[in-house]
Structures are given as C-alpha cells and as structure tokens.
C-alpha cells in the first residue's frame, strides 16, 4: 500500500472581546432576544456608513504581535461581494490584500515533538448574521452581524489531525491569554475551516486540497480531518481523483459532504472599501499597544520555574490558563515555598473546581488566604489532616485560617510534654499491642500513633508523637 | 406669492415676523397643487407634517428660539433619509420603505430649523441625467414642458424653476446637482468630496458623491452649504476642517481672482447657443476685474469611460443589500433565499440600474479587475493631478456645465453612450474630488437655461462662491421665469 502525507492548513476565526461592534455603536453582547442590538448599519439600511472600531484593531494587532506577526504600517479594509441571507449588505467588509498582520506562527508539540506552525496572516472582518430554519420558515438574526472578527490563517504546516488539534488548543491558550477573545466554541466566538490534501509519499508538490466547513468543536475538526483523510486516501488508492471543492461535515453522520466545487466558487469581487481610510499604525502607537501585552503562556512557564523553583510539571499546569496562573502568583508571593502553594493549587483547588465545574475566578477562597492556610502548614502549626480540615472550612464558611484555627483550636500540639502524656497514656491502655509491637509486627506501630492522634483530637504533632512512641516502646 | 421668494428673503421675512412659517409652507403647497400634476417634481409630500412642522417653527420662534433656517422648507431629493419619511430613490425597489434615520446633512438642516416638506424625483438611484429612469414618471422642465429638467436631482431643480420650493438639495455623483440646475436655470453646488457627511445618502458611488444644495440664487447656495458642512464621525470621509463663513467670500467683483479656460473645454461638439453664453459670461467676469488664462486638462477625455468604471462597480456593490430580506420591494412566489434576490432585484430594478449593476459587476469580475477598475483608478489620479496642475494658475476653473440645454423627453432614451457624453464637463470635478457650481448664464434661442460651471480646487468652495456670486449680481437672469408652455423642436 502507498504511504501518503497528509497536509492541512487551517483558517480560524475569532471574534474579538469588544464592547461595541466592527462598524457601529451596536452591543456585542452574547443571548440578548433577536434583533435587539441592531441600527442601520449593521442592518445595511440605505446610506448608513461603517465606521471603524479602534477596540477591534488594537486586539487584532495584539494578537499579531502575541503570535510574532509583522504589524503592516498600512493596511485597508475591501469588499467581498456575495449574496447571503445572513449578509445585510450583500458584501462583507474584510481584507483582502493589505491585512493588519502578516507571518508568524504557533508552537505545539504532539507526541513529545516540538514544532512551529506557521501563520500566514491575520486580518480584521466582521461577523454575519444568524439564520434559523424552522419547517415553513426562516428567521435571521442581525445581533451577530457585525461583530469584530479576526481570521488567523495558518500556512499548510500541519501534518495530522492531531497537530491541527494542536494548534487549536495553542492558539486558543494564548488569544485566551491576551484577553483578546472569549474563545468560546459554544457562543461561536471561535470557528474553523480546514484545508486538507495528501499526496504519495515522497512526491514534493501538494496534492489537490479540499476544504471543510461547518465544524463547531475542537474534537469536530479532529473528526473530520480523520474521516476526511481517510476519504481522500480511498478514492486514491481506488484510482480516483480528488477535485478541489469545499465540503461540508456533519457531526451527526460523522461524514463530509461536497457543497460546492471550484467551478461554481463564488467570484467574490474584492475591491477597496470606499467607504474606510486606509489604517495606517505608527510604530509609536504599536509600540505603545505592545507594551500592554500579557506574559505568553510560554514565558510564564519557564518564569515559574526560574522564580518560584517549581518543577516543569508544575509550571506547565498553572500556566495553562491565566487566571490560575494568577491565583497561583498572588498565592505564591506571600509564602515562603511556593512549591507548597503549587501543591495546593494543583491538588486541593483544582479538584474543587472541576468537582464544582466553576473557573478559578469564582472560587470562593481568595488566594491571600490560601497562603495563609499554607503558611500554617509549613511551619508546623497544622497538621496536614488539620490543614485539609480548615481548607474545607474555608470553602464552605469562608473565613481565615488563621482564625478558624484560633477559634475551633485547632492548632497542631507539638509541646513534649503534653503530647508525653498522651504517648504514656496511650502506651497503658494498649498493653496488648505494645506487645504485639515489640513481638515485631509493625502494623501495630500505626495504630499506636493513630491512638495518640484521636486522644489528642487530631492536634498532636504525628511527627513528634511517632519519635517519642518509637523512644519510648525501644526502651 | 411667497413661494417665488429666494431662501434669503424668506428667512429675513420670518425673521422680521413679517410671515410666519406656516405661511410659507401653505404658499409651497398652493404652488404644489397648482402646478406639480404637470411638472411632476415631486414623489411625495406630506401636507399634514409639513404643516405640523411649520407650526412648530412659529411656536419655536415666539418662544424665541433662533436658527439659520428657522421654519425654512427645503424639498429633498428621494435619495436622503428623512426619518419617517419614504425614500425610494426613485425605484420601485425601496417602494414602502420609511426610514428610521436622519441623514446627518439633514439633522444639521433641521438643527436649525429646516422643515422637510417633500421628496423630489430623481433618475433611479441616481443613475440618470434626465429624471426619465425613474420608476415614479417622468418630471417635465418648466422652461419646456416637452423636455427634461436633466439629472438625477431633476425633481429638485425642476420644483425650484417652478416657485414650487423655496431651496432644495440634491446629490452629485457625476453632476447630478449641476447639470439639472443649468437645464433648469437655477444654482447648484457640488462641494469637495467629504466636506458633508454622506451618512443618510443612499449611496450609488461612494468614492464620487456628494449632497450639494440647489437653490434660487448664489447666497442660497451658500448659506446651506454652511449649515451642512464639517466633520461627521459617521462618515470616515468627511473632512476634518474647519467650516468657513461662505458667506463671508461672496463679493461683487472679481479683483484679483484669475479665471482658467481649459482649451480642451472649448473645441467643438459645444451647442452653438450654450458656447455663445458661457463666452459672453467669460467676458462679464473679465469685465468684473478677473483675469482669464488659458489651462489645460488633457485627462479629461479619459473621464466618461473612467467614471463608467469606477461608478458602477461602486454601485454594484453598494445595490447589493436591497433584496427584498429587510425592507422595500419584496417579489413574491420566491423559492428560496437566491431565487428571492433574483425575483426582487429583477422586477425591482429598472434597466439603466441593470445595466451599470452588470457592467459593474463584470469590471470587477476575476482576470478582469486590473484590467479595468485598477486602471481606472489609475487614470482617475492622473485626472486630479490635471487639475491640481491647472489650479496653480488660477483660483477657478470655467466651463458649460453641459455641452447643451435640455433635452426632448425621450431624446437620448434609446442611446445611453450619446447620453453619458452629456456629462463630459461634470465628471472630471467627481474624479478629482474638488468642486463645482453651476450658475444660469442666459438662454438658447429657444429659451432654454443654460448653465456657467465654476470649478475650484479641494476646499475651494469659497473662490467658487465669489465667483458665481459676482457673476450672478452682475446680471439679471433669474427675472426671467418660466411659462410652463412651449414645444421642443
């Protein structure tokens, strides 16, 4: 059987985290009732003009300058011209060959290999409108129409379903990251079209490239790049001949469907927008607009390590999205070991999240406080069972730990003398086990300590009970 | 008879209270009544709002308030959003569509006082120069009731001719104000490019039009023209200078103003009655102290095929919304959404619109845009530095507004070429994007207007306004008036 190579370029579009739409005054706001944030431009009402949104150009460049794009000095806006109900003006304002970015690229690694996918460009849109179909109708939606969008477009790098998956997930941790978009594949503030070919192994030029639409997930575009692959490869090795066309997938069948071949591609008209100036950015403006850039995921995790002497593991995790990654440095600063807080954050407050399916932002117990919690535990004042106590204290009355402590006395016992007493106590009522013990079975030894840490009602210093138990069952 | 007054005398009168607005208005619509069933200028009036309006700038007044143009009507052409108003731009496509917004030229009119008492015919969309493609019928020249007013803005300069309006506005693509005000004798100004905010003009070609005023005399002309300027921030267009007292420039004579011939202007093909008046005029300028000199614009006959490049693919895109999803015209027995767009836009659309959408639409087509649109545009550059050339030797530039009075109804129907030629002098201003006004200077032998254009620099408007004025007060056309009779031979 012939060994193909698989390549796919991808086309991402984002919509950008404005408060007012690409062209006009309108809310972006997400689920507000259908036509409610429209006026006559975004409707394309007669003689309403566009006026360009500065929010949606800085994000753009932004997210150009997060991803190492070239921010092209001059820039302009065209018109693409085709007719479509979820179009008000039958043209879409876009770029067309002078785009605010161009280059760039994405590091991913898949399978332990390191690659960088390159970018081709980036350029600023706006949305379109929604349809709805019902039996006998249709109803379209102008809420969405407008918005500012940026596609990403990828230079056919990938190799596999699982590296385009890849790029996915890093472009979206970093345009997440910048505060740029939502990335919210739900509300459709992200979508992707997929360019895939094969070609026999060892042939150099590419093969004829099919594109698909209509994928809503990540797991979709991995989906349908396997089955699409898969297709190309059967009606190649059956002799046949891929055509160049954009296909459809359907999540449900788990299939692409043909919607259109290059001979009947639309011809869009491109042709400079009269009604825009050209963008014109000074280096002193991107310079300025630079300077407001966030940490990439990337610096952050080597920073982690570097700073707060946390191993890779650690870092890559709390780095993973930004906002843990600021619990964790808010947490982390106020305590002497930050590999403790990381514990915590990774352990204790990441179960709860998940367990309560809510971001970090909405977790109940601030990160001061957990570096106090933290700090108590360190230096011996709790008990790790203790600490656990008080995390969930705090999680369900909120409070401090160290009041809660102070309160409930709950602090460790690691006074000789008392936690003596104890030791002899536990040492006279057990006589049966302190003899088992010495008759060599170790299990007895826990279940001594286990004594000496109920009488004490957990407070006792386990460590200091073991030692003074081992001192006084040796002699 | 105060609807025979010009917009400066009706201000002074209302301003003296010697009428009231409501008096104004209610001589507009006797004039209306008594003559528009035969000149057919306007699309739509609304008696009852124009009245209510009146009378709210009376009441405003006695409660004294002040404005520029404090119960003034002013007839618009059906091409500006007049919130509440229809604005069909004179297709059947926009038929039922009211508009939800004012335009910004027509909030700052109304700002001071404007009242907007009807819509005027025009060719549809503007694509036109006789007022005959519109989809309404066909607006007749008062000067000859058996020719056309021109256009597109025929509507609004035919109402002028006939006292039935007191000033008007109209729009200037390819010299839709100035050609229609020199077939009908009165003033129309096409400003710079993005000296009014387009916001609220139904656009044909965006990178070319303009709204300019039409109006009774030169001072008329101004004093809208200062009312509507300056920067929009809804029109990423618009100028951002500041708006100087026109009215300040207007002055009786021409001293040291230096007046520019393009000797490509003046070669033949002229109406010999229409090269004898704007020579006599060259020569009352002169007379008023200017100095003429020769200047040439070699580009300019580049410019018909130029703008019939530029302008419908423009305009193919810009006509792409009305498909009958949103509002006017929608054709029924649709199949689906494709055979909705073709269905409206077929039966909703008049040829001549047809005809500029698909030679639009094929200019920009794939493997045809650099061979068309980008040489065009190319051509268009090299257009205005003709003139930026010329205007170092002058302050303003003379010419025919058009190389002959108005047509015959009908005329030129069957011969769009022949038709598009007619604008040979009006076109090169919009390439260039500068301005141009066009003044009466006299009539043929048959008593038809003709029209003197004035053409300045970018922002010259105020040389043009000195020169049109002092031409304008050293002579008497305007008491002439039509007869609403006649036949064209």
């Known amino acids: 059987m012939t060994a193909y190579r698989v390549t796919i370029g ?26 409610t944030q429209v006026c006559p431009v975004c409707l394309g009402y007669p003689g309403s003009l566009p006026v360009m949104n500065r929010a949606a150009i800085r994000l753009t460049v932004l997210s150009g300058l997060m991803l190492g794009c070239r921010i092209n000095a001059f820039s302009k806006f065209d018109r693409k011209n085709y007719f479509y109900p979820d179009m008000p003006k039958n043209y879409q304002i876009t770029q067309c060959d002078k785009p605010l970015c161009s280059g760039g690229g994405v590091d991913i690694e898949v399978d332990g290999k390191a690659r960088r996918i390159g970018i081709t460009r980036i350029h600023q849109e706006e949305d379109v409108a929604k349809n709805f179909h019902y039996a006998k109708w249709s109803g379209i939606d102008y809420n969405r129409a407008g918005v500012p969008l940026m596609e990403i477009v990828s230079e056919p790098d990938m190799e596999s379903p699982e590296e385009a998956f890849a790029y996915l997930l890093a472009l979206r941790q970093i345009l997440v990251y910048a505060g740029v978009s939502d990335c919210n594949l739900e509300e459709g503030n992200m979508r992707c079209d997929v360019n895939v070919s094969i070609r026999p192994e060892g042939q150099k030029e590419l093969g004829t490239k099919a594109e698909i639409k209509n994928m809503n997930t990540f797991k979709g575009v991995f989906a349908a790049l396997q089955y699409e692959i898969a297709r190309q490869m059967d009606v190649v090795s059956s002799g046949g001949r891929i055509v160049q066309e954009t296909r459809r997938w359907d999540a449900d069948l788990g299939q692409t469907f043909s919607m259109r071949t290059k001979e009947d591609a639309h011809d869009y008209r491109y042709f400079p927008e009269p009604d825009l100036m050209p963008v014109v950015l000074p280096d002193a403006l991107v310079a300025e607009w630079a300077a407001t850039l966030p940490e990439l995921p990337a610096q952050r995790r080597e920073r982690f390590v570097r700073e707060y002497g946390l191993p890779e593991y650690d870092a890559k995790v709390l780095a993973a999205e930004k906002p843990v990654g600021d619990y964790f440095e808010i947490a982390a600063r106020q305590c002497p070991n930050p590999k403790a807080v990381s514990n915590w954050v990774m352990s204790d407050v990441m179960r709860t999240l998940s367990e309560r399916d809510i971001p970090i932002t909405a977790f109940p117990i601030p990160p001061d406080a957990l570096a106090e919690l933290v700090k108590l535990a360190e230096t011996k004042v709790l008990n790790s069972n203790t600490a656990r106590e008080v995390f969930a204290i705090m999680l369900a009355e909120g409070g401090r730990a160290g009041d809660i402590v102070a309160a409930r006395g709950l602090a460790q016992v690691s006074d000789a003398g008392a936690i003596e007493m104890i030791v002899d106590e536990v040492i006279a009522g057990n006589a049966k086990v302190v003899e088992d013990f010495r008759g060599g079975k170790a299990a007895a030894f826990k279940f001594l300590v286990g004594q000496v840490m109920k009488l004490s009602k957990g407070k006792a210093n386990p460590q200091m009970a073991g030692e003074m138990l081992q001192r006084k069952l040796s002699n | 008879m105060l609807n025979t007054l010009t917009l400066h005398e009706i201000v002074e009168h209302l301003e003296r209270r010697e009428c009231r607005s409501e008096d104004v208005v209610q001589a507009v619509l006797d004039a209306i009544r008594r003559k528009d069933d035969r000149i057919h200028g306007y699309l739509t ?23 520029r143009l404090l119960g003034v009507p002013i007839a618009v ?165 500041p708006v100087p007292d026109f009215r300040a420039s207007l002055q009786k004579d021409l001293k040291g103003v230096t007046l520019g011939l393009p000797r490509e202007y003046f070669v033949g093909g002229l109406h010999a009655d229409v090269e004898l008046r704007v020579q006599e005029a060259i020569e009352v300028c002169r007379k008023l102290g200017a100095k003429v000199v020769e200047v040439s614009l070699p580009r300019s006959r580049e410019a018909i095929a130029t703008y019939y490049i530029i302008a419908p693919a423009e305009a193919s895109s810009n006509l792409s919304r009305f498909d009958g999803v949103r509002y006017g015209f929608r054709a029924a027995g649709a199949e ?49 530095r003709d003139f930026e050339e010329a205007f170092k030797s002058c302050d303003a530039i003379l010419s025919p507004v058009a190389p002959t009075p108005a047509y015959r109804v009908g005329e030129n129907s069957a011969d769009p070429l022949q038709m598009y030629l007619g604008d040979i002098f009006t076109v090169p201003v919009n390439l260039a994007g500068i301005c141009g006004l066009s003044v009466p200077c006299g009539f043929t032998a048959d008593k038809l207007p003709v029209g003197l254009q004035v053409v300045g620099p970018a922002l010259g408007e105020e040389a043009i306004l000195r020169v049109g004025y002092a031409y304008e007060q ?9 007869e609403f009779s006649g036949s064209l031979s």
């Open chain 1, 10 to 35: 991808l086309e991402v579009h984002v919509q950008l985290k404005t408060k007012s739409k690409m062209f006009c005054a309108c809310s972006t706001n997400f689920g507000e009732s259908p036509n």
């Open chain 2, 45 to 67: 009036v609304d008696a009852e709002d124009a009245l209510a309006q009146a009378k709210a700038a009376d009441v405003a007044r006695a409660a004294g308030r002040t404005g």
């Open chain 2, 77 to 241: 052409k059906d091409v500006l959003n007049v919130r509440g108003q229809p604005c069909t731009c004179g297709s059947k496509i926009l038929k039922g569509y009211t508009s939800p917004y004012d335009a910004t030229a027509i909030a700052r009119l109304r700002a001071e006082g404007a009242v907007f008492l009807g819509r005027t015919n025009m060719d549809e969309f503007a694509m036109g120069s006789t007022t005959e493609n519109s989809a309404y019928g066909v607006t007749r020249n008062p000067w000859n009731m058996d020719g056309v007013p021109g256009g597109s803005s025929g509507g609004s300069a035919a109402v002028l001719a006939a006292d039935e309006a007191i000033a008007a506005l109209g729009s200037d693509t390819g010299g839709s104000v100035r050609q229609p005000a020199s077939f009908c004798g009165c003033v129309g100004l096409k400003p710079t490019y993005g000296r009014i905010s387009r916001y609220g003009l139904t656009a044909y070609a965006s990178s070319l039009d303009q709204i300019g005023p039409m109006t009774k005399t030169v001072a008329d002309a101004a004093l809208l023209l200062e009312v509507m300027s300056g920067l929009d921030p809804a029109d990423s267009s618009s100028l951002s200078v």
């Open chain 2, 336 to 384: 689906d959404p494709i055979d909705l767009y073709k269905k409206t836009r077929a039966q909703g659309f008049g040829a001549e619109v047809k005809r500029r959408i698909i030679l639009g639409t094929y200019v920009l087509s794939s493997g045809y845009y650099d061979a068309f649109y980008l040489r065009a545009q190319k051509v268009r550059t090299l257009i205005r």
């Open chain 2, 474 to 482: 050293a002579t008497a056309w305007r008491s002439q008036r039509p």
